[in-house]
């Protein structure tokens, strides 16, 4: 494994997709557990995309008690209903709660009122503090779906409604294999960039090598916009999870 810090963010590159994921499991549930063992409960928001299988793979197969756990999800497609095949909701049911049984379960609702939705899933995620938040990196650079062109590092809301940018769409199409991009949904409700940072532990789980201009962006261009996960650079304690693929434009962490 090789680990490099850029600012406060650490990087780690695994030898593949599949020990990246278990890493990243590990460092999850010791954070879960310790928020358990403290306050009785822990509080934790869901990537759902592709990219998060290994992790979560991993994840459910470690000792939590999964009764204690209050469970979110970071992004939901407009107009899309809990149980549609794409729904964000639907891939962490599948890929984990339908395996450790969450205590609590909080799902977005795409196709409710937007702004109420909004307002609605905001209030339950900041009622107490959030232990942990895992998230990936779009091929644009995006963290939740905070694209460049409505990310927003001071963004005074918890959670938007927002338009997705092309690139966005295109990544999307590739991983839920819509079969033409025009039926690829057009807008979505995520969690807005602070209210990510404000999490006390932020984990990033990123493989393949379509991902590896995006990682070269955030860990070694400019803390901007242009770029969302750049700003991950200014979260203390933040951790990346990598595999080689991804990590492969970064000449720091093929040098070591």
């Not at 379960?105 to 307002?119: K, R, S, V």
């Amino acid at each position: 494994m090789i680990a490099k810090m850029f600012d406060s963010l650490k990087a780690e590159v695994h030898p593949n997709r599949d020990e990246m994921g278990k890493a990243a499991a590990e460092a999850a549930a010791e954070v879960l557990n310790a928020a358990i063992a403290l306050r009785g409960e822990a509080r934790v928001v869901f990537a759902s995309a592709v990219s998060q299988s290994d992790f979560l793979k991993h994840l459910k197969t470690k000792p939590i008690d999964w009764s204690k756990v209050v469970a979110f999800h970071q992004d939901e497609w407009v107009g899309i209903t809990k149980n549609n095949a794409i729904s964000f909701s639907l891939f962490v049911r599948e890929h984990l709660y339908a395996d450790v049984n969450p205590g609590t379960i909080h799902e977005l609702d795409g196709t409710a009122e937007q702004e109420a939705e909004c307002e609605r899933y905001a209030k339950l995620l900041t009622e107490k503090p959030l232990d942990l938040f895992v998230i990936g990196i779009g091929e644009n650079g995006h963290i939740a779906f905070n694209d460049p062109h409505v990310a927003d590092f001071n963004d005074p809301k918890v959670m938007k409604v927002i338009d997705l940018d092309e690139k966005c769409r295109i990544q999307q199409q590739n991983d839920f294999k819509f079969d033409n991009i025009d039926d690829v949904p057009t807008h979505g409700l995520t969690v807005t960039i602070p209210a990510i940072l404000a999490a006390e532990n932020v984990i990033t789980v990123v493989p393949t090598i379509r991902k590896a201009e995006a990682v070269l962006a955030a860990l070694t261009g400019p803390i901007s916009e242009a770029c969302p996960a750049s700003i991950l650079r200014n979260k203390k304690g933040a951790v990346l999870y990598l595999d080689p693929d991804s990590a492969s434009a970064v000449p720091a962490l093929n040098s070591l």
